[in-house]
């Protein structure tokens, strides 16, 4: 089990005795009437960092209005964190709760007929959860957590691109492990990144329709600025495929799920993700917004991203049901490398917000991304908090809004951060005193209030010695050290490796990552949650 509060510093104690104490110290005196469960939206980004937001980013090149108007009318995390530095893995944390480590496997992004999925079968997922509790649910946009394909013998395909010409879709689908067979009732995706790692087909509800028979050739893109069509890779594709607009025709798959939904069961709440690829390589925006942000290609990509955000909060507002909507905004991990540098050295804006490091980096700019909520309803307007969040625990703060009670074994992960969404004592002391991440490669990174610990040198994913990130490399100040030891609280910037300076500091952390990480029995999370439920939640009138 991870330490009790006399481990911990003063200030932190221990969310262990927490869980159980924390709904009677918040909750005992406001108890309102029981009401209907909210909607819930989950909007995931693609490679979006911490300044991509100008709602984040005072000193931002461009401005993403309907993001900042969700921000301003609900809530606004300043230390939410994927809990990978690249994108399957964080995919798999969204929807399981959980640490890819979890699964003893190790960190990668699937391509071609990659798999099988991270999800493993009989694991709880969001969509398993909250269909247990009477919700309608679907995703749209990309997959990205690996698929089981067949050839014609009947034998699992490995990745790789020529490998997509040896699916026999008969024997393959419907998919054992794609999105309707985790607990999505209704889904459009694409089985890898949309427009950068083929397999380039569509699947709708475990089935393809057109399936994979034509080479697609990066030159067929447009090329924005010489530079932004990088990182597009030439697989097979269905002849229908659509690359510019890729997230334009997510959406429409989105509202066109949440609109029939309210025709059809209007008394039955639903759970929807629009898992998009902004602001995913290559850099494609869709015609509508070419130039609309002044300031290049990927200023434009993220301006889509924020108008397509806005749509939806449109149309939950056309719909009537904007009030006890509950919408999450997140990112699935850092910027990316080229992408980072040529916005600051073009634009002057800073994607990674001033943190040090990028996608499939362990350092901060790799996963400390966007987190914002908006729920009309229970969440007052313009709070900004500085709890420790991440990805995995949207699964327990659902769980506790709708009232699932986890089993221990179950997104061992994720925290119940319910009472900090809603800006409840949103600051007084943590809700999360520690949180584990990992980088590119697996290797684990751990946070207990201010102090960070890196189980290892360098970034624990991009090469630093040469190339275009040779410029941004720092000397290591302890260089014979194991690892890396950072006092964020004076050295955000994780300059000064304090490994030897701080030895019974670093000795705790590394014994607590110990735990944390056994196999196969490691957890992050406490046991015993308990849901806490609406009724339990003060409405915004009585506060």
């Not at 969204?94 to 496997?105: A, E, F, K, M, V």
């Not at 719909?319 to 980072?340: A, K, Q």
């Not at 990674?352 to 307007?381: L, N, S, Y």
């Not at 006092?487 to 500091?505: A, F, H, I, M, S």
């Amino acid at each position: 089990m991870p330490p009790g509060p006399e481990r911990l510093e003063p200030n932190m104690t221990s969310f262990l005795n927490r869980a159980t104490i924390l709904p009677v110290a918040l909750f005992c005196a406001t108890a309102a009437a029981a009401q209907e469960l909210p909607n819930i939206i989950i909007i995931y980004a693609d490679d979006l960092g911490y300044g991509d937001l100008s709602c984040y980013n005072p000193s931002s090149a461009y401005e993403t209005p309907r993001l900042d108007q969700m921000a301003r009318e609900g809530i606004r995390f300043t230390d939410a964190h994927s809990p990978s530095t690249i994108c399957s893995p964080s995919r798999y944390g969204l929807y399981s709760g959980q640490l890819i480590c979890r699964t003893g496997r190790g960190s990668r992004a699937f391509e071609g007929p990659g798999g099988p999925s991270y999800i493993r079968p009989g694991e709880l997922t969001i969509a398993s959860m909250a269909a247990e509790k009477g919700y309608r649910t679907g995703v749209f946009g990309k997959w990205h957590v690996g698929l089981t394909w067949l050839d014609s013998a009947g034998d699992r395909l490995g990745g790789g691109f020529e490998n997509a010409l040896l699916i026999d879709y008969e024997k393959s689908t419907p998919l054992p492990d794609g999105p309707n067979a985790v607990g999505f009732d209704q889904s459009f995706v694409t089985p890898n990144c949309p427009t950068t790692d083929p397999l380039y087909v569509y699947i709708e509800n475990g089935m393809v329709e057109t399936p994979a028979s034509k080479r697609h050739k990066r030159s067929e893109l447009p090329n924005p600025e010489g530079k932004w069509r990088w990182d597009n890779d030439e697989g097979w594709k269905s002849k229908d495929y659509r690359f510019l607009d890729a997230d334009v025709l997510f959406l429409e798959k989105t509202l066109d799920f949440i609109s029939k939904h309210r025709e059809q069961t209007p008394d039955r709440p639903f759970l929807v993700v629009f898992s998009t690829q902004i602001s995913h390589a290559p850099v494609l925006p869709a015609p509508e917004f070419s130039g609309k942000s002044g300031a290049g290609a990927r200023g434009d990509f993220i301006r889509e991203l924020d108008t397509l955000s806005g749509r939806i909060l449109d149309t939950v507002s056309e719909l009537g049901i904007d009030d006890n909507t509950l919408i999450i905004f997140n990112s699935d991990n850092g910027p990316e490398t080229l992408h980072t540098i040529w916005m600051r050295e073009d634009h002057e804006h800073d994607p990674a917000g001033g943190w040090r490091g990028f996608k499939r980096d362990g350092w901060e700019g790799g996963h400390r991304v966007p987190f914002i909520a908006r729920w009309p309803a229970r969440i007052p307007k313009g709070q900004v908090s500085s709890q420790l969040i991440n990805t995995t625990d949207i699964l327990a703060t659902l769980a506790s809004i709708i009232g699932y009670k986890l089993a221990d074994n179950q997104a061992v992960d994720s925290h119940d951060m319910l009472p900090a969404l809603v800006g409840l004592d949103i600051d007084r002391y943590p809700l999360r005193s520690y949180m584990l991440t990992q980088s590119f490669r697996s290797q684990f990174q751990l946070r207990l209030g201010k102090w960070k610990y890196l189980d290892h040198l360098g970034s624990g994913g991009n090469k630093y010695a040469q190339g275009p990130l040779e410029k941004y490399a720092l000397p290591e100040s302890e260089p014979s050290a194991k690892g890396q030891l950072f006092n964020l609280d004076k050295d955000p910037g994780e300059t000064t490796n304090l490994y030897y300076k701080q030895v019974t500091r670093r000795r705790e952390l590394q014994a607590l990552l110990k735990e944390l990480t056994l196999q196969p029995d490691g957890r992050s999370a406490p046991t015993n949650r308990a849901p806490i439920g609406l009724e339990a939640l003060p409405a915004l009138d009585d506060r």
